[in-house]
């Protein structure tokens, strides 16, 4: 990709990129939130066209217009955000624009379903190709957008940022197909925030910074720090900020939750100042109980007390009225409204709080509230009224972050916060659930990264298919004792 030029509306999002990448090669794009890495992946696509720049394949000029175009250049991505419809199969999905038939023009579902079937044998998924898109997981959404992109047979295989919903099995087991692909010569384009990973795989590593490639370079010739430091330009805390706040009574507390086979008899305490880790692997029911809780699933059995007090919760609403919030791992689904402003997203769950003699709301106050956490999260936008779906995707994610920290729930569920966030601005949300947790508020952290969990957590309660396995006190958390209970 040659002097890649792509603007937006008041923002230059790509400003005269070049980007080489070898055949048969691992190559990471590594970049702050906002940096471009997808809208040039999505150039790449024919998703978008530059202003200005050409691509070149093994020499040879072409013009991608769209991604049928790309595809049959040999070319295939995965999105960062997965681009499913719910109301579908998964394997209508799975063949979505190119349905097999049958002699006489009759779809061939049995053939589709096995065709599928066998893609995820190789892959070592166990989901049921006949599950509808909307009962699957995030992370099984993220399995199936990445076996797609694997069975197109493409020649240059762009992921960006596959592995955010996957825990750490899932993306050792994507890091050993991705090593295969590249030994059947396949080219990857791999993006991410896990500098990990990234140092686990490529062979080289771009560093995009403000729409420009600032430095490409073999793997081994770079270290986590010199990374890091060309992202953001300056260093950054990788450690926990510290909280010296000791929590105080019981809060919450849940007993004997069960929603059908999903969650099984889960009790907990959360008490006022803590964070609570609920700790598992993808499919232990952490994510399920949490949505119980707050009342999106239906509570088969079981009782929730708030304040010593039980409290029938049917639904959200009823949740935010006994003043939980969650923040949903899910965030094109269920965290966003991707047609509002930023502004509106942000201050939408706490009215009150911008609202002047009672029931005006006052935009002064909305446009402060909005202003102080895109500058606390540094937040990349041209201004409080972009829409939300023209965000980046750690943009995104950072607006759904600020809206519960606006909200004025006492107790906070956050299901995966720090979910493709850049390196820099992860310290900033731990620092600001320090702030939540000395105002007195308590917070449920679900996260599949086990430092994170490790580093914030007063105490982590570790799940396994839908039940609880056992407590870890903060003495005793290590990342051996926490999978130990995750596994067994
Ligand atoms: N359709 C769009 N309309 C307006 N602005 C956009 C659009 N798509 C992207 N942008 C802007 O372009 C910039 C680059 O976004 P991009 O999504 O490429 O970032 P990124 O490096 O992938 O970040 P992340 O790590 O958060 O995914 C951002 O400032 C973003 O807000
Ligand atoms: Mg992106």
């Known amino acids: 990709m040659l002097g890649i030029t792509k603007e937006f509306p008041g923002v230059k999002a790509l400003n005269n990129v070049t980007l080489r990448v070898k055949k048969g090669t691992i190559h990471a794009i590594v970049g702050e939130n906002g940096a471009g890495k997808s809208t040039l992946m999505k150039v790449l696509n024919g998703v978008y066209q530059a202003e200005s720049g050409e691509i070149l394949i093994a020499g040879k000029k072409v013009s991608i217009t769209d991604i049928n175009k790309a595809q049959n250049l040999g070319i295939s991505l995965i999105f960062q955000e997965t681009n499913m419809i719910p109301q579908l199969s998964v394997t209508e999905n799975f063949f979505l624009g190119h349905v097999k038939c049958k002699k006489g023009g ?27 898109v909307s009962e699957i997981s995030a992370a099984e959404k993220q399995m199936v957008e990445i076996a797609r992109a694997i069975s197109k047979n493409a020649d240059i295989i ?14 050792e087991r994507l890091l050993d197909i991705v090593r295969k692909l590249k030994t059947q010569g396949k080219t990857i384009i791999y993006i991410s925030h896990k500098l990990e990973e990234i140092f686990a795989i490529s062979d080289m590593i771009s560093v995009q910074r403000d729409g420009e490639i600032i430095d490409t370079k073999p793997a081994s010739e ?12 300056r260093s950054v805390q990788t450690e926990y900020p510290v909280r010296n706040t000791t929590p105080g009574e019981v809060i919450l507390k849940v007993e004997s939750v069960s929603r059908k086979k999903l969650v099984q008899d889960v009790s907990l305490e959360l008490h006022k100042g803590e964070v609570l880790g609920l700790a598992g692997l993808v499919g232990a029911g952490r994510t399920e109980f949490a949505e119980t809780i707050f009342g999106a ?119 995966e916060p720090t979910r493709g966030i850049d390196v820099g601005a992860k310290y900033e949300i731990y620092c600001l659930i320090n702030e939540l947790v000395a105002q007195g508020k308590s917070i449920i952290l679900i996260s599949s990264e ?16 839908g039940r609880q396995k056992g407590e870890l006190s903060k003495a005793e958390m290590t990342p051996e004792a926490i999978m130990r209970l995750a596994v067994s």
């Not at 949740?319 to 502004?343: N, V």
Request: net charge neutral.
């Open 297 to 415: 699933a239906k509570m088969t059995e079981g009782t929730i007390l708030i304040h010593g007090k039980a409290v029938k919760i049917r639904n959200t609403k009823a949740a935010t009225r006994a003043s939980i919030g969650m923040l949903t791992e899910d965030r094109k689904e269920t965290g966003l409204a991707l047609k509002a402003s930023i502004k509106h997203n942000i201050v939408i769950s706490n009215l009150k709080g911008i609202c002047s003699a009672g029931f005006w709301t006052n935009s002064k106050k909305e446009n402060d509230a909005a202003k102080k956490y895109i500058g606390q999260l540094k937040i990349q936008t041209p201004s409080v009224n972009q829409t939300a779906v023209n965000l980046s995707g750690g943009n995104q994610q950072k607006v759904i972050i600020a809206k519960w920290l606006f909200s004025d729930v006492d107790i906070l569920i956050m299901d």
């Open 222 to 233: 770079m270290t986590t720090e010199e990374v890091i430091e060309k992202m953001v330009g």
């Open 106 to 132: 009759v779809v061939d579902w049995q053939g589709m379903q096995e065709a599928v079937k066998k893609v995820f044998d190789e892959l070592g998924y166990t989901i049921n190709p006949r599950c509808l």
């Open 450 to 465: 086990l430092p994170e969990l490790i580093g914030m957590s007063d105490r982590v309660i570790i799940m396994h298919e």
């Open 158 to 171: 762009v992921m960006d940022e596959p592995t955010s919903s996957l825990t750490s099995d899932e993306t």
